[in-house]
């Protein structure tokens, strides 16, 4: 089973966090929760979800983790504020390991300038952001290009879990 | 005395809406409100502050406003996702009126397309964002570029708020 990172801060899109982490539990998956603060307690912008940051960013390893999910809402944003996620982001990027994407979730690799050349998708807000930074955005529910698996927002949740967790079926 | 548009939804910053649009009235410049959707409450994200919508940016002529306020906060973010306020904008900004964008206000300029070859500023999470949209990000409080008056964020709204006052007085 796999240990899977979850990049995450205030005003996450809940159900970005939720569904998909309910899945890989369900699975056999263990989550880590990453973030500015160890044990800091960050929450959901629309139903106030509480998720304990078990380790802070700065701490964690590539080697710690074997997938990483980042939630979206304004979470990704928060988080592209600071150096050491983005410092981390494009450090796991380069590992090559699964990094599944959803909503806002770009925003942080556009920040760490990940997305050159890459096929992506996301949300609606950020179409041109996108674009901006040298990635083909492709108007799917889900698009998998190389190590990056990503999606549009909520409503397409069920295929984009189902995309993360059979990735997971293949480390 | 002018006739000032604040483009606005919720969880806008809320001292980002409230000092400026205070001094701006104080001087006796009268606010129109415009939004979404006409008679609506959006509230800031931090304190709550109420603003009713007093009109609906499709029933907003660029002839009806002198100058245009763009709080940031995730509003910016909200109202860029409907094609109506990014055009609206875009509209706006072709007539050579004053422009006053702080903190997020830019997200809806770069998918409005304006910033090429622009000098602005922003908030921190947006810089390679304007910078991707071909723009020049300027690290400074508050940056003058023929129409656009643009500021970092909170801690520089006092000079901000000069800046604007100081062009609404050439009007």
Request: with cysteine.
């Amino acid at each position: 089973m796999a240990i899977i990172g979850v990049l995450i801060d205030d005003m996450f899109e809940d159900v970005e966090y939720t569904s998909p982490v309910k899945a890989f539990e369900k699975t056999g998956h263990q989550i880590i929760h990453i973030g500015l603060k160890e044990g800091k307690t960050v929450r959901g912008k629309k139903t106030g979800t509480p998720v304990k940051i078990d380790k802070a960013v700065k701490n964690v390893s590539v080697n710690d983790i074997d997938a990483l999910l980042i939630p979206g809402g304004c979470s990704p944003d928060h988080l592209r504020g600071y150096k050491e996620p983005v410092n981390f982001v494009k450090d796991y990027f380069q590992s090559g390991k699964p990094l599944f994407a959803i909503c806002h979730a770009p925003q942080i690799l556009i920040t760490a300038q990940l997305l050159e050349g890459r096929r992506i998708t996301g949300w609606r807000s950020i179409i041109q952001d996108i674009k901006n930074a040298g990635a083909e955005f492709v108007n799917q529910s889900v698009v998998e290009d190389d190590n990056i698996i990503s999606s549009r927002g909520p409503r397409h949740i069920p295929l984009f879990t189902n995309a993360c967790l059979e990735r997971l079926e293949l480390l």
